[in-house]
């Protein structure tokens, strides 16, 4: 048996590809494990032991794959059976320093029930009516992405949301078309989408979990079993393996055809368990970050394991895995989480194998440029994180947190309040109290410029601008919080979901601060991307980790899905989000992957804190010169804009957003004179040179 040492330190250099490769006439197994002794493939015929006419069908030894010269090198080991496999399940069972564990196949395409064991599957047979003619819908250049992040039972789970009962929470509700709030012409579903103006949904997790598909237990997705396989629970049958992957591809296809792009939420950096973890039962202790004594560190992703991305093994997965999502699923963008666990090289080889598809640099590739604790990599290798940005290929974004918490207060402090409540930081630790307006100046121009702090982005392009996400507090219950007299309460004590609180009333001048939020981020540099309702103030109850009261309580479902009655209720905020979004792909220098827009933007009224004012000079494109006024106080402010030297301010400006309104167009009757503008209080203006 080779020593672990020798397994770490060594290549695969073959193009052999592993799993169960599919024919009608024939299967191939093919697994890693150069520490094993023996390894059995065990072939069932149901996805799960219990399920009625499950057998164990027969035990197979595999042999080592042997060169030309009758030497084993590679650390593969393989068999073939005759005949047409399709919808049969199989184990293996390995053995390693004379202990013998049974696993499921970390190549699998396809899974049983839960998981458990891999299924052998003719992809071709799972494509709906017209897969073949489906495409990849992705933007010209990463900046014009405008990204909607969705659970999808959060999607659809909302029973007053107008999708059938037999599609809630799960994949095909992405593909039901005329849904309505119930009682009024609100739109739903996709149609809400095409309507809102996003071309992208970021889903969280939907690889296949460590979870009983065969309940309704409500789960984000960050515990990843089989990374290739498409999660069941979803699915309308979690027992048969082809029917989660054809429903998945049909909600792709759906979304294709409303002009979205789909981008998968990508669990690379740990596994739900990594002593029961198929990789560790596979090849003992290859594929996670140990020290000295073999325990697994956990302190990377705060999950308990680490992986290893710098291992050969591991990054030819992570980079074989994210090629087959592109090109079976037709999946149009990756986002890593904690990408800080991963080193630079391997996400580096990853942009480079998406960028040699056809069409593959225009895939999406962005990332959480932090880890949950310290990382254990091995001396020398770099990590994905914000301080080393630059070293990543162009083509990887991440994400900026410094304009979230410049905008609304720092993420980890309920109280903490910035620019929009009027706080400029406060309260907070004074380690962190430094969320100035300059830092907002930084974000607005994607962490890109070095004249503002932390410059870590090369460019626009390399920024994902944003202020709310599945994490910690929706935006809405951020503002209740910070600007409120209120104690939060943890693990399911501030009400219920469906309940009367103060998260469900709308507050006038939380929604007035929202739509400067709104405005704040949307005008900035970068791709833009929102939590999926957060433009019709979502609200978990002031909720900052709903992942784990689903654990803990019987309704995380109901919890976590989007009141789409929020609609209504919240119908001028929605709308301004449509405008703004509207505004974005109106006017191209904010979308702008250089430093284009940066070396004509000129910022003003600096004297005042919370208060934001530029100028964009951009002769020859919609407008020659835009100016975006940005006041977080609670009084009315005047700034005198200013430009680029040799550029003069035009003698009149229409608005084309204010405190109510946002759009591409004119407002109808208001326009300002010179260049000393009046700003009313917690408002955003935004000017276009007047004709």
């Known amino acids: 048996?080779?020593?672990?040492?020798?397994?770490?330190?060594?290549?695969?250099?073959?193009?052999?590809?592993?799993?169960?490769?599919?024919?009608?006439?024939?299967?191939?197994?093919?697994?890693?494990?150069?520490?094993?002794?023996?390894?059995?493939?065990?072939?069932?015929?149901?996805?799960?032991?219990?399920?009625?006419?499950?057998?164990?069908?027969?035990?197979?030894?595999?042999?080592?794959?042997?060169?030309?010269?009758?030497?084993?090198?590679?650390?593969?080991?393989?068999?073939?059976?005759?005949?047409?496999?399709?919808?049969?399940?199989?184990?293996?069972?390995?053995?390693?320093?004379?202990?013998?564990?049974?696993?499921?196949?970390?190549?699998?395409?396809?899974?049983?029930?839960?998981?458990?064991?891999?299924?052998?599957?003719?992809?071709?047979?799972?494509?709906?009516?017209?897969?073949?003619?489906?495409?990849?819908?992705?933007?010209?250049?990463?900046?014009?992405?405008?990204?909607?992040?969705?659970?999808?039972?959060?999607?659809?789970?909302?029973?007053?949301?107008?999708?059938?009962?037999?599609?809630?929470?799960?994949?095909?509700?992405?593909?039901?078309?005329?849904?309505?709030?119930?009682?009024?012409?609100?739109?739903?579903?996709?149609?809400?989408?095409?309507?809102?103006?996003?071309?992208?949904?970021?889903?969280?997790?939907?690889?296949?979990?460590?979870?009983?598909?065969?309940?309704?237990?409500?789960?984000?997705?960050?515990?990843?079993?089989?990374?290739?396989?498409?999660?069941?629970?979803?699915?309308?049958?979690?027992?048969?393996?082809?029917?989660?992957?054809?429903?998945?591809?049909?909600?792709?296809?759906?979304?294709?055809?409303?002009?979205?792009?789909?981008?998968?939420?990508?669990?690379?950096?740990?596994?739900?368990?990594?002593?029961?973890?198929?990789?560790?039962?596979?090849?003992?202790?290859?594929?996670?970050?140990?020290?000295?004594?073999?325990?697994?560190?956990?302190?990377?992703?705060?999950?308990?394991?680490?992986?290893?991305?710098?291992?050969?093994?591991?990054?030819?997965?992570?980079?074989?895995?994210?090629?087959?999502?592109?090109?079976?699923?037709?999946?149009?963008?990756?986002?890593?989480?904690?990408?800080?666990?991963?080193?630079?090289?391997?996400?580096?080889?990853?942009?480079?194998?998406?960028?040699?598809?056809?069409?593959?640099?225009?895939?999406?590739?962005?990332?959480?440029?932090?880890a949950a604790g310290e990382t254990h990599q091995p001396a020398g290798i770099q990590m994905a994180v914000q301080s080393n940005v630059r070293y990543l290929d162009s083509g990887i974004g991440a994400f900026n947190d410094g304009i979230r918490d410049a905008v609304k207060g720092h993420v980890f402090y309920d109280k903490a309040t910035a620019f929009v409540q009027g706080g400029n930081g406060q309260p907070q630790p004074l380690e962190e109290a430094a969320m100035t307006d300059e830092k907002l100046m930084a974000g607005i121009q994607g962490n890109a410029n070095p004249a503002y702090s932390n410059p870590w982005s090369k460019a626009p392009v390399q920024t994902t601008t944003y202020v709310s996400c599945h994490d910690n507090l929706c935006l809405y219950d951020k503002l209740v919080i910070s600007v409120g007299n209120i104690t939060v309460q943890r693990d399911g004590g501030m009400g219920t979901p469906l309940g009367d609180s103060v998260y469900y009333e709308r507050q006038e001048e939380l929604v007035r601060m929202n739509r400067l939020a709104a405005a704040a981020y949307l005008t900035a540099q970068g791709k833009v991307f929102l939590q999926a309702g957060e433009e019709f103030a979502r609200s978990k109850g002031g909720d900052d980790n709903s992942y784990n009261t689903a654990l803990t309580y019987a309704n995380g479902r109901e919890w976590n899905q989007i009141n789409w009655s929020r609609r209504e209720v919240f119908a001028d905020l929605n709308a301004y989000y449509r405008g703004l979004i509207a505004f974005r792909k109106a006017y191209a220098p904010l979308r702008a992957t250089d430093m284009t827009t940066i070396a004509n933007m000129t910022f003003s009224g600096l004297a005042e804190e919370n208060l934001i004012a530029y100028t964009i000079a951009s002769p020859g494109e919609t407008w020659d010169m835009v100016a975006v006024l940005l006041n977080g106080n609670r009084e009315e402010k005047k700034v005198t804009l200013r430009t680029v030297e040799g550029v003069e301010l035009p003698e009149r400006w229409d608005c084309v957003v204010n405190q109510e309104q946002a759009g591409a167009q004119p407002i109808a009757g208001v326009s300002y004179e010179g260049s000393t503008i009046t700003v009313p209080a917690q408002t955003a203006l935004v000017l276009v040179a007047a004709e």
Request: proline residues 3%; contains cysteine; negative net charge.
């Open 1 to 370: 048996m080779a020593d672990m040492n020798s397994i770490i330190s060594g290549a695969y250099d073959t193009d052999l590809e592993l799993g169960a490769l599919y024919s009608p006439e024939k299967t191939v197994f093919r697994v890693w494990t150069p520490g094993a002794e023996r390894v059995v493939l065990n072939r069932y015929a149901k996805g799960s032991s219990g399920e009625e006419g499950d057998a164990l069908l027969e035990m197979i030894e595999l042999d080592r794959d042997l060169d030309d010269n009758g030497k084993w090198t590679n650390g593969v080991w393989t068999g073939t059976v005759s005949g047409d496999l399709h919808g049969t399940y199989y184990t293996y069972s390995v053995t390693v320093e004379g202990q013998t564990n049974e696993t499921s196949d970390i190549y699998a395409k396809a899974a049983g029930v839960s998981g458990g064991r891999g299924m052998v599957v003719n992809l071709e047979a799972t494509n709906p009516e017209g897969w073949e003619q489906d495409t990849h819908v992705c933007v010209e250049q990463a900046t014009d992405a405008v990204v909607w992040e969705v659970h999808v039972k959060d999607f659809s789970s909302d029973p007053g949301a107008g999708f059938s009962e037999a599609n809630r929470g799960r994949y095909l509700a992405f593909t039901e078309k005329g849904t309505r709030v119930a009682g009024t012409g609100y739109t739903t579903g996709v149609d809400y989408l095409k309507e809102l103006g996003v071309n992208y949904v970021q889903l969280l997790p939907v690889a296949d979990q460590l979870n009983d598909e065969t309940s309704d237990a409500y789960n984000w997705g960050y515990e990843p079993l089989n990374y290739n396989v498409p999660e069941g629970q979803y699915a309308s049958d979690p027992y048969d393996g082809t029917v989660r992957i054809r429903e998945f591809k049909q909600m792709v296809q759906a979304l294709h055809e409303a002009g979205i792009g789909v981008i998968m939420d990508v669990v690379f950096n740990h596994v739900s368990d990594a002593a029961t973890s198929p990789f560790h039962l596979t090849v003992p202790g290859y594929y996670f970050r140990q020290d000295s004594d073999g325990a697994f560190f956990g302190s990377g992703t705060a999950c308990g394991n680490e992986t290893a991305s710098e291992r050969g093994m591991f990054r030819r997965y992570m980079i074989d895995s994210v090629l087959y999502w592109a090109e079976e699923y037709h999946i149009d963008g990756f986002r890593f989480d904690l990408m800080g666990c991963h080193d630079i090289e391997t996400m580096n080889q990853i942009r480079a194998a998406l960028n040699r598809l056809e069409g593959g640099e225009r895939l999406l590739m962005y990332g959480e440029p932090w």
